[in-house]
């Protein structure tokens, strides 16, 4: 049996996400602890909850089926989170929290592969880099429109003055086809959590016929089914059995039941220095004496092609039969063959979703390209494949900055954004012990799209099998993508803020 | 070719016999190699040039079955788990005395007790001297990593954890074929002067023979034990082992069983990934019957070797042969005032590199310290909140490779029989696996066999109760 969800309490944006057109990160700093406590407490009955969000998210795909456009919204949606900074500021104590949350993520940046200046500071950092432009608080909204959320924004921003200033205040938006900078469709594999709604429903739903046992592991093909004590504290957690809940994910504290943390990184994608990367890459291939086809390097450094394609199931070139197909895009595995997935619906003969080959060795997507990196899924790893799903975080990505030409320096990129329950164990883990690792989770190289070394040069090589099949080790300097500041959070659930801002005198079961 | 020393450590050109050395290292891992060459898929390193097809193979150097035993990640809470890894340092840290018997007509290596005459006897001028009963103590460190915390004697501060990846035979080999610079690199390793005499078995060495009388194991005399007479290298030394380490002391923890476990895992079983998520490599590591299935090490290496066999290569570990220290994070180390420190001024790389000649890591030792000049011990620093008073957190940080070499293969790969299967507790999380004949039932829950822990534990801390003041009968109460 799946936990039934408590939706109406669980912040929307932790799940499912707010998928809106536009999008706005505030990064707000407390002036006056009291006061400000109070302002916020103003913003709460504004807060979206996830039964909101799931309608939301019903209504666009109802439109979708009907080949109608997505639906204008009425009110723009809105997610809430606190730094601990905050936290303190309102006498909370935060050392039973977690470790990274607790510390807050300068603390982490060396951790993380920010290069740190001599004073101790990350020196791309732009923002939460002192007292002065600390970060407290942190508002997502996201809209169908543009100018009502800009509406919004104006007048958050004037009920919380002048005890809340902004630090930051990013726009973003759904660039044409989900493409990131540097033009690939992103925000393609995201676990599905498990868990039902009071309706009775899946909030994760299941396409795999029944009959196949993979419809006990998977939503979609090849997105794996999570517990949802990984996003939410006071559910059960992932095991390394993968259909066995764990024990209720505890809260650091009561008022963090339906809570979650959130990681946020203001990623800058600097799309010349990757492309004159990707350049010196093909030619040093070619001197070697290969033949590299044009988009071969950059797709294998990714693991996908541009459209989402991936390379395990499509080596030679995209396919729009996969990249358009949500049952197909996310359906293969490195280490084990995937036999033809009957899906549910009733047909006779079932549809059926075709084989997809394994790729251990990473013949078709390398080993140490990002998506091998950040999530090995049945593959080799020094923690063992079992406990690859435990890792696993709800991001939501969010492009920013200028629609500029491909090789200007321009100030853009992408608001990196996840949930999880553990800082420690997820997010920093993914980042440090696989993505900067040389040796992990595959000792083919470091991440090459979001790796770092904490130097501002960032030499580093990476080993992939070039288009002849060959084993080559190539360089790959520079730095392309580059924190500019971010911040942990607590994101706890509406009766979370409402005991913690003092919106009224009832606390939290 | 010959097959060079691990990491090509440059040890025997210090010695005047130094091709003999290079010699006998070659010849030592060729009888190995030899072995398995009538394996389908089995590769001899010498014969694999520059267009062989490279794979790191990556584990994690805390011993897992503690985490599993310990049942780490079966509750969630924070304090509880880190409560439990707690424990598991303290008891990765605890020396297991052993000592041989001869029953039947196989040597059994058995946990040492005086109290029934399990031990190991010298024998001096041609008898045994019984009032000179010994054992010998192993690191139960299991993952290919073992650890020494090094105590200044005067203050108790730890001024160093010593970790090392290194193989005994190649110690042996050094040791037998020149002692004076087995001497020399010890006393530079531990930092003060190791009397030579004490690296070797200065008798020839007995141990009981056993036979089953009325149900009950008897001792019926003692034997001699090849391997283990007069001058030959005790790999057990109390230099590297209650004293220091120098080398690999676990009994499994040895350079050709980790060729042994390479080459049988390039054989084809009969086991067929399941339907799910996983390719169970515990049950790959059972089927085949090599390597012990409570490692993380083991299974790893298994698993990739056979992925690679079966993909159609030609599978093993390339020249030099060793086991290596591939990555250290120690960005979580914090100094007592919760400060983090640069890489450089906590960890010395003594033996090896992370860059060889050939791009790959092939650390063989290294250390962890405070910083020159600090005025506080490792105990009051911690790695992720966890204090260094052992070796554990910095284990857990430390990756542990072997580097396999692939070339194309062609023929057929024949299908192996499976050896056993893994039966999973019923509920330890990670996981813990019992090894059981293939077509038998897994045991029932509440059977014996679930419930002696396989390794020996520390106190739990939470257990002991805090008492005012000291019991009435040894000292007076307190206020």
Known sequence: MEPLLDATDIQGHVFPGFGTSHSVVIALQLRAPAEGRAALGHLLPEVTTMADSLHLKGSRREAAVAGLPRPMQQIPLLALSIAATALRAWGHDTSGFDLSFHMGMRADAASLGDPIGQDSIPVDWTFETSEDDRVDVLLIAGHSERVPLEQAVERWLSMLAPHWTPVLIEYGRRRAGDKEFFGFKDGISQPAMRGVTPGGEFVSRRVIAAEDPRSELFAKPGQLLIWPGSFLFGYPCQTSSLTQPGAKMPPPVPWMRNGSYLVFRRLLQNVRVFREAVTKMEQHLMEQGENVPEGWVSAHLVGRWPDGTPLTASPENADPDISDDQNRINNFRFFASLSPTPLAGGGDPPETIPAVPPDPLGFGCPRASHIRQVNPRDGISEIGQEHHSGKLMLRRGIAFGPEEEEMSDADRGLLFLSYQTSIVEQFKFVQVNWANATQRPTGDGADPIIGQNGTLDNERRIQLFSPSRRQQRCPLDGRWVVATGGGYFVVPSIGGLRHLLHVDEESPS | ?479
């Open chain 2, 1 to 479: 070719m010959k097959y060079l020393p691990p990491g090509r450590i440059d040890d025997f050109a210090r010695s005047s016999i130094a091709n003999h050395l290079e010699e006998a290292w070659h010849e030592r891992v060729k009888e190995q190699i030899d072995q398995y060459r009538d394996l389908a898929r089995f590769l001899d390193p010498l014969d694999a040039d520059d267009t062989a097809a490279r794979e790191v193979i990556p584990w994690t150097g805390f011993p897992r079955i503690y985490d599993a035993w310990l049942n780490i990640d079966k509750n969630p809470d924070l304090v509880e788990r880190a409560r439990r890894m707690n424990r598991a340092h303290r008891s990765a840290e605890i020396l297991n005395g052993f000592t041989y018997v001869k029953f039947g007509d196989r040597f059994f290596q058995v946990p040492a007790d005086p109290t029934n005459g399990w031990m190991l006897i010298p024998e001096i001028d041609g008898e045994p001297s019984f009032q000179d009963a010994f054992s010998l103590v192993e690191r139960p460190q299991d993952e290919y990593l073992e650890w020494f915390v090094v105590r200044d004697p005067v203050t108790n501060r730890i001024t160093r954890i010593d970790f090392t990846a290194e193989a005994p035979e190649y110690w042996e080999t050094l040791a037998e074929g020149d002692p004076d610079l087995a001497q020399e690199l010890y006393s530079e390793l531990l930092g003060f002067n190791v009397p030579k005499e004490d690296l070797f078995f200065q008798h020839d060495v007995l141990c009981p023979e056993l036979v089953r009388v009325s149900g009950r194991l008897q001792i019926v005399g003692h034997v001699r034990l090849t391997g283990y007479e007069a001058g030959q290298y005790n790999r057990w030394n109390k230099w590297n082992t209650e004293r220091g380490a120098v080398h690999l002391t676990q009994r499994n923890n040895t350079l050709f069983a980790e060729i042994n476990l390479a080459a049988r895992a390039t054989q084809r079983f009969a086991i067929r990934p399941d339907l799910g998520a996983n390719v169970d490599r515990f049950a790959l590591t059972a089927c085949g019957g090599y390597g012990a299935l409570n490692r993380n090490s083991d299974p790893t290496i298994g698993q990739s070797v056979n992925t690679l066999a079966l993909s159609g290569f030609q599978v093993m570990v390339s020249n030099p042969i060793g086991l290596y220290i591939g990555n250290i994070d120690v960005s979580g180390f914090r100094d007592p005032d919760g400060n983090a420190v640069e890489r450089d001024e906590i960890l010395t790389v003594h033996r090896g590199t992370f860059e060889d000649e050939d791009g790959l890591a092939r650390v063989l030792r290294f250390s962890v310290h405070p910083p020159a000049g600090a005025d506080y011990g490792l105990e009051s620093c911690a790695i992720d909140r966890h204090p260094l008073s052992t070796g554990g957190p910095v284990a857990r940080q430390t990756t542990v490779v072997i580097h396999g070499i692939a070339t194309p293969a062609s023929g057929d790969n024949p299908l192996a029989e499976c050896a056993a299967r893994a039966c999973a507790h019923p509920t330890k999380d990670p996981q813990y696996f019992l090894a059981i004949d293939p077509d038998a039932d897994c045991p029932a829950n509440d059977d014996e066999r679930w419930m002696e822990a396989p390794v020996t534990l520390a106190p739990d801390e939470s257990r002991m109760t805090a008492v005012r003041g000291a019991p009435r009968t040894s000292g007076e109460r307190m206020g």
